[in-house]
């Protein structure tokens, strides 16, 4: 950001404060040179809202959007801009979650079976869960301290 940019961004008239005040219009000039535009900032923030009082600049005039007078060309103008914004894919706003979860599966479409007393006999042996961690070591099996041998012992 340039010297003037930074001053027309504070709202404060660059040529009103050179004319008035030319030693301090000097002195910001050349302390924005060496300092930049954070720094400067910082260090002379006190100096802005007093100068903006004096040197301020007339408020920009903005330009109000143009009325169109025939219905017809507005309105296929809004049908252009609509026809754009439809042609964009609408972005996915699904949950993926990074890790599928270890619960088993439930079947939703397994009879309810009333209690019996004898336990149900089924051929099928019952599924076992997968696992979801597995270590990429296997443990080795614990050392056991060796015996003593009698030579080395005290008496």
Do not use: C
Not at 8 to 22: G, N, Q
Not at 62 to 71: A, R
Not at 76 to 99: C, G, N, R
């Amino acid at each position: 950001m340039t010297f003037e940019e930074f001053f027309k961004k504070k709202k404060i008239d660059l040529a009103l404060l050179a004319t008035a005040e030319p030693v301090l219009f000097a002195e910001f000039e050349a302390h924005y040179g060496l300092m930049g535009e954070k720094s400067f900032d910082h260090t002379k923030k006190y100096w802005f809202n007093e100068l903006r009082r004096k040197y301020h600049t007339p408020e920009e005039v903005k330009v109000e959007k143009v009325h169109i007078e025939n219905p017809i060309a507005e309105q296929t103008v809004t049908e252009a801009m609509i026809e754009m914004q439809t042609d964009t894919p609408a972005p996915k706003l699904d949950f993926k979650p990074k890790f599928k979860s270890a619960a088993p599966a439930v079947a939703e479409s397994a009879p309810i079976l009333p209690k019996t007393d004898k336990p149900a006999e089924t051929t099928e042996p019952a599924p076992t869960p997968k696992l979801g961690f597995k270590p990429k070591f296997k443990a080795a099996a614990p050392v056991t301290a060796a015996p003593v041998p009698t030579s080395w012992s005290t008496q």
